[in-house]
T-cell receptor, first 115, second 115 residues
Framework: DTGVSQDPRHKITKRGQNVTFRCDPISEHNRLYWYRQTLGQGPEFLTY????????KSRLLSDRFSAERPKGSFSTLEIQRTEQGDSAMYLC?????????????FGEGSRLTVL | AQSVTQLDSQVPVFEEAPVELRCNYSSSVSVYLFWYVQYPNQGLQLLLK??????LVKGINGFEAEFNKSQTSFHLRKPSVHISDTAEYFC?????????????FGQGTRLTINP
């Protein structure tokens, strides 16, 4: 069990550029979540996949954001035309248990800095 | 709507002293409650969770938390802290979302252990 892995760990980009983050969940987990964490705040839910289906998107996820999970394995989160307000830590988590109460396993995050 | 309030943004304590990190939640339905810990430059790790049953929940690293329904609280405690407990601690409430759960996090409490 290698845990949830995220790539890249750090990304510095200029405003207006596009960036893409990748998340590899724990292999047998069928649920995958993206969260965003800004400095001094707790993580905020962005979106959720069950297998390859994206079942929920937060209002935080503007039309510049798109997430995919082809074949229900790894997931990508793309941000187009980045803005300085997009600077944050993007966290991916996965889980297996159905219903509530199951543990979410988090990756170490991808830190985005938009200059 | 469900929400979580962590009453202290920072808590400094001396090594081997007891500590309590406070968490209050609001929810109109039964909840699942969690405490996660985030060490510097790492992802979130589950400390403990309350699903049902005994209101006193024991977790890893000697931490425990007590669910108090009447006070809508889920405070985290440790009788004797160690330098290695220095980290950010997040309380979270679970919202069921199409068969899986969305965690709503508090703002976090930074625990600093002084020698």
């Amino acid at each position: 069990d290698t845990g949830v892995s995220q790539d890249p760990r750090h990304k510095i980009t200029k405003r207006g550029q596009n960036v893409t983050f990748r998340c590899d969940p724990i292999s047998e987990h069928n649920r995958l979540y993206w969260y965003r964490q800004t400095l001094g705040q707790g993580p905020e839910f962005l979106t959720y996949f069950q297998n390859e289906a994206q079942l929920e998107k937060s209002r935080l996820l503007s039309d510049r954001f798109s997430a995919e999970r082809p074949k229900g394995s790894f997931s990508t989160l793309e941000i187009q035309r980045t803005e300085q307000g997009d600077s944050a830590m993007y966290l991916c988590a996965s889980s297996l248990r159905t219903g509530g109460g199951g543990e979410l396993f988090f990756g170490e995050g991808s830190r985005l800095t938009v200059l | 709507a469900q929400s979580v309030t962590q009453l202290d943004s920072q808590v400094p304590v001396f090594e081997e002293a007891p500590v309590e990190l406070r968490c209050n939640y609001s929810s109109s339905v039964s909840v699942y409650l969690f405490w996660y810990v985030q060490y510097p430059n790492q992802g979130l790790q589950l400390l403990l969770k309350y699903l049902s049953g005994s209101t006193l929940v024991k977790g890893i690293n000697g931490f425990e938390a007590e669910f108090n329904k009447s006070q809508t609280s889920f405070h985290l405690r440790k009788p004797s802290v160690h330098i290695s407990d220095t980290a950010e601690y997040f309380c979270a409430v679970s919202l069921l979302l199409q068969g899986a759960q969305k965690l709503v996090f508090g703002q976090g409490t930074r625990l600093t252990i002084n020698p």
